[in-house]
């Protein structure tokens, strides 16, 4: 059966990366920013890469399992709910009693305020805007350890199909509940993500081969001939070209932080790690600090963006120091 050249299956792949956590820091500032701001500058360039890169590294730290592995699916979904969904419903029944609380304060509840953060999707704006992307990156997750059964050409083939369908009916799988209609669509990345995995041990020059692939993604976006991506509301751009963009500015972002991070003492490492802790809830959270702000994305200083990153990472971090950081940010307790 066809597959792609792969480590040890079940190999331990758990040491951290101070590089890859670097990548995961920089997109989330990247979300935070895109929904601080708004504007074709803003999609053009940040849109593009900051959410498929989640989804490229998800690929690229992929975890390969034999293909006759019992209850790999079963494992994938459990292991990911734990440190996806366990949050994500944490922070959305918090989040909700807050919110309700606030509404019925100023007299502005509506039943809607409750029904659409539950059912997820698109169709959720405002404080809870963000909270799509994490029932999809646990969706594509068990997506994508269900086709490891297939050959690798049947796999590509389902993983094409699907995005082509994204392509052509993305307006009507984005508003499905808990985001399962767009999770598909990241999966063009993941398998990207793990493809270039295969390939890293080639670059030797990491720094000046990432810098390469950056300025290759970024040229049809700054030439205006590759669209921005929203997959949260299932739009991948220009057909093909929106993708390989976003893939090589990932990519490149990536290589570019591993050559820079293997020159750097090993608390710089730590550190990055130690703030990588804190990603989930700064998606999940950081919109809510911009709702209770409440000024206008046209009127926004610069200080604005620096409370709605700082504000959410500082309650992570002192989270992460107690029990309760499994549950609210998905990784265990800081030691």
Request: proline share 7%; aromatic share 10%.
């Amino acid at each position: 059966m066809a597959s792609l050249p792969a480590p040890t299956p079940d190999a331990d792949t758990t040491t951290r990366s101070g590089a890859i956590d670097a990548l995961r820091i920089v997109a989330v500032v990247g979300i935070v920013t895109g929904h601080v701001w708004a504007g074709p500058f803003i999609d053009a360039g940040l849109y593009t890469w900051h959410v498929p890169a989640f989804f490229l590294l998800s690929g690229y730290l992929w975890k390969i399992r034999r293909p006759d592995a019992r209850g790999a699916v079963a494992g994938e979904a459990k292991k990911r709910f734990r440190t996806i969904m366990t949050p994500y419903f944490a922070w959305l029944v918090a989040t909700l009693l807050v919110h309700v609380t606030i509404l019925n304060h100023r007299g502005t509840f509506t039943p809607e305020a409750v029904t659409l953060p539950l059912i997820g999707g698109s169709l959720n704006a405002g404080p809870f805007g963000a909270y799509w992307f994490m029932p999809a990156l646990f969706f594509s997750a068990i997506m994508f350890r269900a086709l490891e059964r297939f050959s690798l050409v049947l796999r590509v083939a389902i993983i094409a199909a699907i995005t082509v369908t994204t392509h052509l009916f993305g307006d009507v799988l984005a508003p499905l509940p808990l985001s399962i209609g767009v999770a598909g669509s990241a999966l063009i990345f993941m398998l990207a993500g793990q493809g270039l995995r295969h390939f890293r041990s080639r670059v030797k020059k990491p720094v000046r081969f990432g810098a390469g692939c950056l300025a290759a993604g970024a040229a049809p976006v700054l030439a205006g001939v590759s669209a921005p991506l929203d997959m949260k509301y299932g739009e991948l751009g220009t057909p093909v070209l929106s993708i390989v963009a976003a893939v090589l500015i990932s990519f490149g972002l990536l290589l570019i932080l591993e050559g820079v991070f293997s020159r750097l003492p090993g608390w710089v490492h730590t550190v990055s790690t130690r703030l990588a802790a804190g990603c989930l809830m700064v998606v999940l959270t950081h919109t809510y600090v911009l709702w209770l702000l409440g000024i206008p994305d046209t009127e926004r200083p610069f200080w604005v963006l620096i409370a709605a990153v700082v504000l959410p990472w500082s309650v992570a971090m002192i989270l992460n120091r107690t029990p309760l950081s499994q549950i609210f940010l998905g990784t265990p307790r800081a030691t």
